[in-house]
């Protein structure tokens, strides 16, 4: 069982930029693919970005190419979404997830074992 705690949301003008943390409980975190999503009023649950086990590869939708970045620390059992050039579009709750084990890809929900609560991040104009 892993339970995850995603923090660092909150209230950033247009350009700006905010660090999403999101902590793991468990001895397991190593063994765990994670990643970001965001979830837009009134939308879809959409992919943001991934991270493999070890750290060596990451994947992004290509419209968060170039802003977002995507890091862990499997000593501290935390994955980390780093957000620049922040735009009114990027307001949503922002949800860390865990998968076991990625039988098809990373960008799809059902794929993912384990869900945080979600932390929220308006950009303003």
């Known amino acids: ?3 995850l ?3 660092g ?4 003008q247009a350009g700006g930029s905010l660090r999403l943390s999101c902590a793991a ?3 397991t975190f190593s063994t765990y693919v994670m990643s970001w999503f965001r979830q837009a009023p009134g939308k879809e649950r959409d992919p943001v970005a991934a991270i493999s086990r070890s ?3 990451t994947y992004y939708l290509d419209s968060m190419k170039g802003r977002f970045t995507i890091s862990r620390d499997n000593a501290k059992k935390t994955v980390y979404l780093q957000m ?5 579009e990027d307001t949503a709750v922002y949800y860390c997830a865990a998968a076991g ?3 098809s890809n990373w960008y799809t929900k059902n794929e993912y074992d384990y869900w945080g609560q ?8």
């Open 84 to 88: 620049n050039n922040l735009k009114p």
């Open 118 to 125: 979600g932390t929220q991040v308006t950009v303003s104009s």
């Open 55 to 57: 750290g060596d590869n």
């Open 25 to 27: 409980s468990g001895r």
């Open 1 to 3: 069982q892993v339970q």
């Open 101 to 103: 084990r990625i039988a």
């Open 9 to 12: 949301g909150g209230l950033v």
């Open 5 to 7: 705690v995603e923090s």
